[in-house]
């Protein structure tokens, strides 16, 4: 099964920009989209971004949408979230998570993604 770790999350201020990184093990990381899921306390995980395996393809939240660019590196095995323009409201740990079949279409929920990392704090002050 593949691990994922993210990194990058940390405490910026409403305005700024943080990029998270979410490192993959496996061969097979090409084959799969990759998503960005995000959970603030006391609310459900929520969908941010996905992208496609090949990378032709992306998806956002509304709430993100403009504001938030995912991309992938295949040959570095990593998927990436660029966070611009941060509100408060962005508060929140940040899950990568891998689809659950390969080649499959960029999806939205929970339940189309097979593997989670830790997740990375991310704060945004006012």
């Known amino acids: 099964q593949v691990q994922l770790v993210e990194s990058g999350g940390g405490l910026v201020q409403a305005g700024g920009s943080l990029r998270l990184s979410c490192a993959a093990s496996g061969r097979t990381f090409r084959r799969y989209a990759m998503g960005w899921f995000r959970q603030a306390p006391g609310k459900e995980r929520e969908f941010v971004a996905a992208?496609?395996?090949?990378?032709?393809?992306?998806d956002y939240a509304d709430s993100v949408k403009g504001r938030f660019t995912i991309f992938r590196d295949n040959a570095k095995i990593a998927v990436y979230l660029q966070m611009n323009s941060l509100k408060p409201e962005d508060t929140a740990v940040y899950y990568c998570a891998e689809a659950a079949q390969a080649y499959s279409g960029v999806g939205r929920n929970r339940a189309d993604f097979g593997s989670w990392g830790q997740g990375t704090q991310v704060t945004v002050s006012s």
């Open positions: 992208i496609a395996w090949s990378g032709s393809s992306t």
